[in-house]
Every structure is written in C-alpha cells, then in structure tokens.
C-alpha cells in the first residue's frame, strides 16, 4: 500500500490542523483552567489547594488533664 503524494499532503495537513485548534480550545484538555487542573489532578492559581483546618487536640494541649479531686 502506497500512498500518492497529495493524499499524504491532505492527511499532514489534517494533522497539523487538529493540533492548531487544539490549542484554543478550553476545558479538559486546557491546563490553565480550572476544569482542566481537575482533569490533570494539579492545583495552581486556578485551582488553589485547601489548607488543611487545625485539629481541636492540637488547638487544646491534651497534656494538661484535669485534676480530680
């Protein structure tokens, strides 16, 4: 099987295409986009991480217990 030269022109040409409107186009595909760091499962200025709240026993020192009387 060989291809002809204009079929292979058409075909390269078709390839370069896709990938020249694959970068305009936003959503899962995109990186700087929030929806697009859910896909990748990254974070960024986007897509922030959530800081983790301090526990109640770190608020509280457990070391100090009541004394029963």
Do not use: V, W
């Amino acid at each position: 099987m060989t291809l002809n030269f204009k079929t292979y022109l058409l075909f390269k040409i078709m390839i370069y295409c896709n990938l020249e409107l694959n970068k305009f186009i936003m959503g899962k595909g995109d990186k700087k986009t929030k929806r697009g760091k859910i896909n990748r499962g990254t974070f960024g200025a986007r897509r922030p991480r959530i800081k983790k709240k301090p526990s109640i026993e770190t608020k509280i020192s457990i070391d100090k217990k009541a004394i029963a009387k």
